[in-house]
């Protein structure tokens, strides 16, 4: 019998609820692959800061500094990519370093693929032990409040990255059977609309991922003389380095915003859209010299929603592929589905944006990032323009009933004469 499915009932335990590891429950199994995947993590986030209190620990400026001090603000860094914010001097940084959160996702995914077995108790397991150690550990750094963030942030975090993994299992069905229970009761102009939402979402993170790669090409200039200015040695700048690759993902989430129209801020008083850049005095961080200055403000800056309107555009075609040999639909079904593809992509992008804002520090750092509804609603209208100038005109349903209606206006107004 496969790991994960029901016994017959002929008396012998199931295998649902034994794992092919020692014999162990598949809970514990789920739980150790969480826990391990964590580990991973934080080790890769912690050996840094203990490797610059190591190579630094013979500075006077650091005498009487203990060197967990150091393992405190490693531990700190992940949790906030766990969504615990971090506190310097005082001042809450509550702006996720999203590439901590994608580092977590992977080394639980890595980790439940290995190790785990595909199955409902090992998801619950791994999420469960997941969240229970990041809430520890955020009790243990900075309070019962944070701890409950981490409860969340972890849950979530962890959850995702071991369902994944689990679902890579060579056991694990496929994604199309898990979702069928789901996927058969709901209309299917709307289970193809979220599809086609996934699709639409996965593009706009793409085209954001560009769009941030050609502001560091074109600032590169700029980011080297910040590095230099610097004046770091070796580990300062592998550990600069590392710091910017945590927060790489927000500069993504910030060109999403970029393209969509409404633009984002670094610091209260500025903002960078396409239409207008309005600067400020930013902290000496060479990721923030790739930010697009006045020079690319109006032109062909001016035509980057139409980007977002092509990933509606495949959305569109998506969607036309999937309903197009669907019996029992109207002539208005295409439409609905487009509608349900924007609201999704939009609301993907509004989280994203969530995640990639909030402060940095005191005063006018205090706020970051881009509004999550403003984007998020740009993003559904753009991803909806392009879905129905493609979806629309190519669904033969509606074709024809235009033409009926046509012809009966038609026959109306002659009989009306």
């Known amino acids: 019998?496969?790991?994960?499915?029901?016994?017959?009932?002929?008396?012998?335990?199931?295998?649902?609820?034994?794992?092919?590891?020692?014999?162990?429950?598949?809970?514990?199994?789920?739980?150790?692959?969480?826990?391990?995947?964590?580990?991973?993590?934080?080790?890769?986030?912690?050996?840094?800061?203990?490797?610059?209190?190591?190579?630094?620990?013979?500075?006077?400026?650091?005498?009487?500094?203990?060197?967990?001090?150091?393992?405190?603000?490693?531990?700190?860094?992940?949790?906030?990519?766990?969504?615990?914010?971090?506190?310097?001097?005082?001042?809450?940084?509550?702006?996720?370093?999203?590439?901590?959160?994608?580092?977590?996702?992977?080394?639980?995914?890595?980790?439940?693929?290995?190790?785990?077995?595909?199955?409902?108790?090992?998801?619950?397991?791994?999420?469960l032990a997941y969240a229970g150690l990041v809430a520890v550990l955020a009790l243990a750094t900075a309070g019962p409040v944070a701890a409950l963030r981490g409860l969340a942030g972890g849950a979530l975090v962890g959850g995702a990255g071991v369902a994944a993994g689990l679902l890579a299992r060579p056991e694990a069905p496929t994604w199309r059977e898990v979702t069928r229970p789901w996927h058969g009761r709901l209309p299917v102009v709307v289970a193809v609309g979220v599809e086609a939402a996934t699709v639409a979402a996965a593009a706009v993170v793409v085209v954001g991922a560009v769009v941030a790669t050609s502001w560091v090409l074109a600032g590169r200039t700029t980011v080297v003389a910040i590095a230099e200015g610097l004046d770091l040695d070796t580990l300062g700048g592998a550990v600069l380095a590392l710091a910017e690759l945590a927060f790489a993902p927000v500069l993504v989430v910030w060109a999403v915003a970029w393209a969509a129209g409404?633009?984002?801020?670094?610091?209260?008083?500025?903002?960078?859209?396409?239409?207008?850049?309005?600067?400020?005095?930013?902290?000496?961080?060479?990721?923030?010299?790739?930010?697009?200055?006045?020079?690319?403000?109006?032109?062909?800056?001016?035509?980057?929603?139409?980007?977002?309107?092509?990933?509606?555009?495949?959305?569109?075609?998506?969607?036309?592929?999937?309903?197009?040999?669907?019996?029992?639909?109207?002539?208005?079904?295409?439409?609905?589905?487009?509608?349900?593809?924007?609201?999704?992509?939009?609301?993907?992008?509004?989280l994203l944006v969530l995640a990639g804002s909030g402060g940095v520090g005191p005063g006018r750092m205090a706020q970051v990032g881009a509004s999550a509804v403003t984007v998020g609603g740009a993003v559904a209208l753009e991803v909806l323009f392009g879905a129905v100038l493609v979806a629309l005109p190519s669904d033969e349903r509606l074709r024809r009933a235009c033409a009926a209606g046509l012809v009966g206006a038609w026959a109306r107004l002659r009989g009306a004469r």
Do not use: K
């Not at 994960?4 to 335990?13: A, D, I």
């Not at 692959?33 to 190591?54: E, I, K, M, T």
């Open 1 to 127: 019998m496969a790991p994960g499915r029901l016994g017959t009932g002929n008396g012998r335990s199931s295998a649902f609820f034994v794992s092919a590891l020692d014999g162990s429950p598949h809970w514990l199994a789920g739980a150790l692959a969480a826990l391990q995947g964590a580990l991973l993590s934080f080790l890769v986030v912690v050996l840094p800061a203990v490797a610059a209190y190591v190579a630094t620990s013979a500075d006077p400026a650091n005498e009487g500094v203990e060197w967990f001090r150091s393992v405190t603000v490693g531990a700190s860094i992940w949790l906030a990519g766990h969504g615990v914010p971090a506190d310097v001097g005082g001042v809450p940084i509550t702006l996720v370093p999203l590439g901590v959160t994608l580092l977590a996702l992977f080394t639980g995914w890595a980790s439940a693929r290995r190790s785990g077995v595909a199955d409902r108790t090992a998801l619950l397991g791994g999420t």
């Open 262 to 350: 409404p633009g984002f801020w670094v610091g209260e008083g500025t903002h960078f859209a396409t239409d207008a850049v309005t600067g400020g005095t930013l902290p000496a961080v060479p990721m923030l010299g790739a930010l697009p200055g006045a020079d690319v403000v109006g032109g062909p800056s001016l035509l980057a929603p139409a980007l977002l309107v092509g990933c509606g555009a495949l959305a569109g075609w998506y969607l036309h592929r999937g309903l197009r040999a669907r019996d029992g639909l109207r002539a208005w079904s295409t439409g609905v589905a487009c509608v349900v593809c924007a609201v999704g992509a939009g609301l993907v992008a509004g």
